[in-house]
Structures are given as C-alpha cells and as structure tokens.
C-alpha cells in the first residue's frame, strides 16, 4: 500500500515512497552512509531508516497544495492555506531553483499525508486529493526534533494487524491510524472505490488534536482533546484539551519482511509493531539496499 508523498518542483514531482510491507523509507539527509543500527538482530545502514527532518513554523506561514482529481490525475489545481504559528512539518528544503512564480530561491517541500486533513481539505473540490504542498517562505521554518508523539522511525501511518498482516495484499487492509506531525491523531477507513495510493487520502472516520504526551518506558500516552470512534480511549478529565488518554505502545517485535533481488542484492525491509488502545498495528520502519536503483 502506498502513501502518496509527492513533491512538486517546476512541474515535476519528486517522489518520497512509504509503502507497506514494501516500503521505501526515506533516508535521513544527515545520516552518514557508514553508520549502522540493529533491527530484530540484523545489522542494517542508518540510511535506510525512515527517518523524516522536522520543521517548526515559527510564524503563521503560507504553502500551496496541489489537488489532483481522483479520476484523472493530470487534473490538477492549486491552491493557498496558512499554515498556523507551531505548525509541525516534515519535509525537505529544496535547492535553490526557479520557482513556479518565476523567482529563484528556495522552497520546503511539505510531506503530504503528514499533516491532518482539516488542514487541507479548505481548498479541497469533491473528486480531488490534496497531493504536492510546498511553502516558499523558508525563512520562516526552524528545523527542531521529531515530535515526542510520532512513532520511532514511522511517518506517522499505522495498518491494522500484526505480524500476519504485514505480508498480505495491500487491499486487505482496512484502516489506518495516522499520527499527524502537526500533532493530530486520526482514524481512516478504506476507501474501497479508490486505488491503493488513495485509500488512505480521505476523510477521516474519526479524529482529535494530541494536547500533551508523556513517554513511560515503550509507552506513548497521547492526551487528547476528545474521545475517538473507533479506538480505546480512556477519559482522564472533565472537560479541557485533556480529557481523554490514548496508549500506543511499542511491542519492540520488528517483523523482518527482507528479501534478495536479483538486481539488488539483498533488500532489508522492516515493519515494527504497535499496540494502540490495546489492538495491534504495524508501520514501516526501514527499506533500503546495499546497491543503488
């Protein structure tokens, strides 16, 4: 199943893969090539980590998110959102280059799919996914460390089911937890009309905004500012940002999905278990191999 992360600079779009069971993560640009880290007893390169670099809007800052239809995906429009002061983004800078509105400089290409839906969905017409956001007010982004509430080495997306599931075809999979950067924890069902990239994309079936979160030992306690349809929330206060506490714990049992190709030699694949309110999800950690596409 694939998250569609795409990255629109002068027309093209580079793409950042994060698939499941089969994911491609995305290597930290800081990561040196020779440092290595175990998973499940094998020793595998930092660089094949699903490592994301994290932005912080110092200010409130505008981007322009791409739409495309569902239908027809060269049917495309753009529009501007604000993202408000403290917004939390993953992303990279891109190099300086001619940008859509004929200036050179640089801009910060926005993981989408990162961020909650609300956010974007302002400019959203029925028919359309938001795709490509990008912000051209870099100046305004402070680079700072991965939030206390997102997953080790996870974008953020958590599939339904255990180590079992973890191979099985990508339309069995029928919802999703995601954990937004900006601090947001949604729950998304299937959509069964869309293709395996936009399953995922739609409304959420529930969704609350993460107030504070305390680390006990595997355990992330994500307080909530209201109960969620759908997953095990414990109510904690009386009224307030805090009322309800979400678990997601790591299981610390990384699920080995490697494989030889041929081309690429060995493939080094990992999927790390979660339990979120007491049910099992899985999220991709780690992809990557010793020779190059």
């Known amino acids: 199943m694939k ?15 994060g698939v499941s069971g089969t994911t ?41 998110v791409t739409y495309y239809k569902v239908a027809k995906a060269d ?15 993953a992303g990279d800078f891109i190099p ?22 609300n956010l974007t969905k302002s400019g959203l017409k ?31 997306d958590l599939y339904l089911g255990g180590a079992k599931a973890t191979k099985q ?21 299937r959509n069964t009309k869309a293709t395996s990239d936009d399953a995922f994309a739609g ?10 979160t305390q680390v006990k030992g595997a355990t992330r306690y994500l307080y909530l500012n209201a109960k969620m349809t759908g997953l095990k929330t414990i109510k904690v206060g009386k009224k307030g940002a805090y009322q309800y506490r979400l678990a997601v714990k790591n299981l610390h049992q990384p699920v080995n999905l490697s494989y030889y190709d041929d081309d690429r030699g060995e493939v080094y694949n990992f999927d790390s ?10 999220t991709p950690i780690c992809f990557g191999s010793d020779i190059e596409d």
């Open 3 to 17: 998250k569609q992360v795409i990255y629109w600079v002068l027309g093209l779009a580079l793409a950042c893969l």
């Open 24 to 64: 491609t993560a995305r290597a930290a640009t800081t990561a040196s090539t020779d440092a290595t880290v175990k998973i499940g007893g094998v020793t595998v390169k930092r660089e094949f980590l699903n490592i994301n670099t994290y932005y912080r809007a110092q200010s409130a800052v505008k981007a322009e």
């Open 75 to 89: 049917s495309q429009y753009t529009k501007t959102i604000t993202l408000p002061k403290g917004t939390v983004v």
């Open 96 to 117: 300086k280059h001619h940008l859509a509105n004929g200036v050179w400089g640089l801009e910060l290409a926005v993981e989408n799919g990162q961020l909650n839906y």
């Open 126 to 156: 029925k028919g359309y996914l938001a795709s490509g956001i990008v912000s051209y007010a870099t100046t305004s982004f402070k680079k700072v460390k991965a939030p206390a509430y997102m997953p080790t080495y996870s974008s953020g």
């Open 169 to 189: 075809r990508d339309d069995q999979v029928k919802q999703i937890v995601r954990i937004t950067t900006n601090g947001y924890v949604e729950l998304i069902h």
């Open 203 to 212: 409304k959420p079936l529930s969704q609350a905004k993460i107030s504070k």
């Open 273 to 282: 278990l979660y339990a979120i309110g007491g049910v099992t999800y899985y």
